[in-house]
């Protein structure tokens, strides 16, 4: 299961700036507080299997 950021970015590049060139201030604020929270997600991720692992081990 991808998430909207990731087929956003898996996009065609200018698509995606030509979307980021015509939305305006709110939107594009949304959109960065939206990738900041993924990539926490991911780390917080990350750090709980690492850990699981480390438990294994």
Same mark, same amino acid.
């Given at each position: =299961? $991808?998430?909207?950021?990731?087929q956003?970015?898996?996009?065609? $590049?200018?698509?995606?700036l030509?979307?980021?060139?015509?939305?305006?201030? #709110? =939107? $594009?604020?949304?959109? #960065?507080?939206?990738? %900041?929270?993924? #990539?926490?997600? %991911?780390?917080? =991720?990350? %750090?709980?299997?690492s850990?699981? %692992?480390?438990?294994?081990?």
């Open positions: =299961m $991808k998430s909207p950021m990731l956003l970015f898996q996009r065609n $590049k200018e698509e995606f030509e979307w980021w060139h015509f939305n305006d201030n #709110v =939107m $594009k604020t949304i959109f #960065v507080f939206y990738a %900041l929270f993924e #990539v926490l997600m %991911l780390i917080f =991720m990350v %750090l709980i299997i850990d699981e %692992l480390l438990g294994v081990i």
